[in-house]
């Protein structure tokens, strides 16, 4: 097995990346969820689920600067690209994520304009204290070529070609050469080695209908949560995919090998 797509947002709910690596810390993927955007008339952060524009809008972060190109039919922010060093405005505030408090600092700078007048709504730019704040679940996320095969399968001629693993937006995207659709229900609990990092799996991952938006234009797309919800509709919801904690941090980069562990490394 390798590692066939590495991926992140630096903002959150903007188009999920594919990148040729990523550093793994003790906290997660560098640069992963660092921004999010703050409705601050309810105190709370944008979620994707509701906020399916922000799927057009493309954010890179490099720990310096922070630039977000927007679509070309965006109104008065068509085509800008909107760039610049993010400069703390605040003192750390909380703010409501999914019914958790978030530790965040709002950001000055030009992207609470050009995102309000994208999105019509007044919001503002924010940055995580700390690292994993703007995750919903564990740090790393995962999905395996196996299951999006039987996925694409199940959906046969609704969807007309293969699924988009940005659907899902995982860390990593793991090929599993032919290896059964459920293959990864077996690493629940193990270690997983990816280059020169290892994970810890946790749990699989509940989803939403997000999944069901293009990951690139936000277009509804076929019935992914539907299908998957009459053969991985379990306690926990509807679940694809897995998440993980970092237990050895490193660089992977893609076509990495990945490896089961049986027993934890010493």
């Known amino acids: 097995m390798h590692v066939a797509r590495i991926g992140l ?8 990346r594919t990148l040729p690596h990523v550093d793994l810390t003790a906290d997660g993927p560098v640069g992963d969820r660092d921004f999010c955007l703050i409705d601050l008339a309810s105190g709370k952060v944008l979620k994707t689920v509701q906020n399916i524009a922000l799927l057009r809008t493309i954010a ?29 405005a605040s003192d750390p505030l909380t703010f409501d994520y999914w019914g958790r408090p978030a530790a965040l600092e709002l950001v ?14 007044d919001v503002r730019l924010a940055r995580a204290r700390t690292p994993g704040a ?11 070529t ?18 988009d693993e940005a659907r899902f937006r995982a860390t990593f995207t793991i090929d599993t050469d032919g290896l059964q659709a459920d293959v990864e229900d077996a ?10 990092a290892e994970v810890q799996i946790n749990a699989p991952i509940a989803r939403c209908a997000v999944i069901d938006a293009d990951p690139v234009t936000g277009e509804p797309g076929p019935p992914i949560l539907k299908a998957l919800a009459a053969y991985r509709n379990r306690p926990g919801g ?18 990495d090998l990945v490896t089961v562990l049986d027993e934890p490394s010493r």
């Not at 509807?238 to 076509?255: K, M, Y």
């Open 108 to 121: 000055d700078g030009p992207w609470s304009d050009a995102f309000s007048a994208y999105l019509q709504r």
């Open 60 to 88: 890179a972060w490099d720990g310096d600067t922070l630039a977000v190109t927007f679509p070309s039919d965006a109104g008065q922010v068509s085509g800008r690209m909107v760039s610049g060093r993010p400069i703390p």
């Open 146 to 163: 196996s299951a999006l095969s039987h996925l694409g399968e199940r959906l046969g001629k609704r969807l007309g070609a293969a699924v």
């Open 134 to 144: 703007l995750v919903y679940g564990a740090s790393v996320s995962l999905i395996t």
């Open 9 to 16: 947002a630096a903002l959150k709910g903007a188009r999920h």
């Open 238 to 255: 509807i679940d694809f995919g897995l998440d993980a904690t970092v237990v050895r941090p490193g660089r992977i980069t893609t076509g």
């Open 187 to 196: 690493w629940l609990g193990r270690r997983l080695r990816l280059g020169e």
